[in-house]
Structure formats: C-alpha cells, structure tokens
T-cell receptor
C-alpha cells in the first residue's frame, strides 16, 4: 500500500511563474490536507479537501493560491505569480473518512528565484 | 481557539539517557493529541496519539507520551535515547471543528549526542 505521493519533490520557479504541486492520497483515503512549512517554522494548515469539495480553506492566502481535488486524479495546489516569500516546503496529508492521525507525504520543496 | 505550545526549541540529551520533549495544549472539550517526527528533508512520520483511555500512550520506536489533563500537557518521553532519535518533533492537536485538521506546535529539535 503506497503512501501519500507528492510530486515534484523539488520545484524551482522564477518570480511571476506558476507552481503546481500534486498529491495522490493513500489508497482508501478520501480526505486531503495541505500544509506549508517555512524555514525554521512549524507546519501551517492551508486547506482541507474531499473529492470535488473544498471543506476548509481558512489557511489559504486570499490571492494567488488555489487547491482542488477532482473526482479523478490527484489533488493540486496551485500558486500563481509566485514570489520569493512562497519558497517553502509544501506537505500533503491524507486520512480515511473517520480521521485519526494524518499520513504525510515527503513534501514538495518550492524555491522561487 | 485550539493551540499547542512546545516551549523548548531544542533539547539536548546524551545517548542512553532518558529524554522528554514537552508539549502543552489549549483546547475546548476533549483533546485529540498527536506526536510526529520529521527527519531532514523528509515528511512527518506519525509516532503516537491520545484519543481516550489510558493516560500513558505507547508509540513507535520506543516512544511514549503521558496525557495530563490537569496540567494540559502531553509530553513525549523515551527511557533511553539513541543518536538516531535526533530529529525535529512536532506535537499537534486536532481541531474541534471536526474537519480532522491538526494544529501543530512550532517543533522541538532533539539532539542526542553519543
């Protein structure tokens, strides 16, 4: 049973470009969470999705960030017009329908030049 | 609002000695509490959780944690530290909105010296 799969593991973008981060949850998991980890900081919740629904986006910046979890395929975190401050590790986690612990992927590390 | 505090940025301990990584929480209602470990450039690995029941919870790699309701604490412990335990440790509490999202502390770096 594969774990949570994230890709790319590393992504370099120039200011103003778009970044797309993908997350495939563990088999049987229907809940996906995105977190951001800035250097020397803890994990900050961004968004919680179920298939085709955004349940809680209280941690998402108001502009340039969006997330989706389509009926088919991985969850996508999209950052438009990236700025240097977006440089961070972005972690995806999944859980089964009756959540206990979250299962995390290895993260996608975004560097904005 | 739910929150978690890890008062120590770093804990240093000699190999073979017991270790404690501290965590206190603030939550309305019954808390669901978790510990995770993160090695450099890796994701978070689940160690243990407290949902209900026995206050002493045993987890992976010989770690355990003690839930103390009166002190609102959930300290992580291990009787004998290994150099390989050196990592970043996060305490987390489940948000009572029932979305399942976890609120994390700032993390504590554990350094085990040989």
């Amino acid at each position: 049973n594969a774990g949570v799969m994230q890709n790319p593991r590393h992504l370099v973008r120039r200011r103003g470009q778009e970044a797309r981060l993908r997350c495939s949850p563990m088999k049987g998991h229907s809940h996906v969470y995105w977190y951001r980890q800035l250097p020397e900081e803890g994990l900050k919740f961004m968004v919680y999705l179920q298939k085709e629904n955004i349940i809680d986006e209280s941690g998402m910046p108001k502009e340039r960030f969006s997330a989706e979890f389509p009926k088919e395929g991985p969850s996508i975190l999209r950052i438009q017009q990236v700025v240097r401050g977006d440089s961070a590790a972005y972690f995806c986690a999944s859980s089964p329908p009756f959540p206990g612990e979250l299962f995390f992927g290895e993260g996608s590390r975004l560097t904005v030049l | 609002a739910q929150s978690v505090a890890q008062p120590e940025d770093q804990v240093n301990v000699a190999e073979g000695n017991p270790l404690t990584v501290k965590c206190t929480y603030s939550v309305s209602g019954n808390p669901y509490l978790f510990w995770y470990v993160q090695y450099p450039n890796r994701g978070l690995q689940f160690l243990l959780k407290y949902i209900t029941g026995d206050n002493l919870v045993k987890g992976s790699y010989g770690f355990e944690a003690e839930f103390n309701k009166s002190q609102t604490s959930f300290h992580l412990k291990k009787p004998s530290a290994l150099v390989s335990d050196s990592a970043l440790y996060f305490c987390a509490v489940r948000h009572t909105s029932n979305t399942g999202k976890l609120i994390f502390g700032q993390g504590t770096t554990l350094q085990v010296k040989p």
